[in-house]
T-cell receptor
Framework: NAGVTQTPKFRVLKTGQSMTLLCAQDMNHEYMYWYRQDPGMGLRLIHYSVGEGTTAKGEVPDGYNVSRLKKQNFLLGLESAAPSQTSVYFC????????????FGSGTRLTVV | GEDVEQSLFLSVREGDSSVINCTYTDSSSTYLYWYKQEPGAGLQLLTYIFSNMDMKQDQRLTVLLNKKDKHLSLRIADTQTGDSAIYFCAETLQNQGGKLIFGQGTELSVKP
């Protein structure tokens, strides 16, 4: 009964380094989302996917790329990390767009120094 | 614009009622949600209300919806220290395929 699993949970990067955050869900959900959470700003949508092989931009997509090669996995990549990308990243999934809410992972805390 | 507004902080005494307020923008939203985030954790769906309802009650939680004013509130009766968390209001944007937009979150502090 894992739900949505994010790895890693914590990471410190140097400016300019790259990394990939992994989100995995075992609920056969079609839709997956990446959000970032910053103090006083709530959650902002970075990218989302409406099914395997599809991705779309959210509110704040710059500096990030995503891939959904398998239905259960949604990867978020930072090609050249910047201090402005220091944040807590949440992945979520839903069965349909009009689902009764999303299922969230526990988050990845990323610090870029 | 697509803004969901909430006050940032609320402090109450244990045993009192808490009321967290939210205003939203999309009058065509079909569902409105309340999520709870405990320290160091992800968001958990607390409750939701369908747009054709004015009120929904679930144990200690009461959700009130005023569609005319686009105002949503969450009332927690007999607030406990375990209710201390950040509460997020969210609306679905019907013109964007049901995408969820979140408020900034209200940090509820319950003092013993």
């Amino acid at each position: 009964n894992a739900g949505v699993t994010q790895t890693p949970k914590f990471r410190v990067l140097k400016t300019g380094q790259s990394m990939t955050l992994l989100c995995a869900q075992d609920m056969n959900h079609e839709y997956m989302y990446w959000y970032r959470q910053d103090p006083g700003m709530g959650l902002r949508l970075i990218h989302y996917s409406v099914g395997e092989g599809t991705t779309a931009k959210g509110e704040v997509p710059d500096g990030y790329n995503v891939s959904r090669l398998k239905k259960q996995n949604f990867l978020l990549g930072l090609e050249s990390a910047a201090p402005s990308q220091t944040s807590v990243y949440f992945c979520a999934s839903s069965l349909t767009r009009r689902d009764y809410g999303y299922t969230f992972g526990s988050g990845t805390r990323l610090t870029v120094v | 614009g697509e803004d969901v507004e909430q006050s940032l902080f609320l402090s109450v005494r244990e045993g009192d009622s808490s009321v967290i307020n939210c205003t939203y923008t999309d009058s065509s939203s079909t569902y409105l949600y309340w999520y709870k985030q405990e320290p160091g954790a992800g968001l958990q769906l607390l409750t939701y209300i369908f747009s054709n309802m004015d009120m929904k009650q679930d144990q200690r939680l009461t959700v009130l919806l005023n569609k005319k004013d686009k105002h949503l509130s969450l009332r927690i009766a007999d607030t406990q220290t375990g209710d201390s968390a950040i509460y997020f209001c969210a609306e679905t944007l019907q013109n964007q395929g049901g995408k969820l937009i979140f408020g900034q979150g209200t940090e509820l502090s319950v003092k013993p």
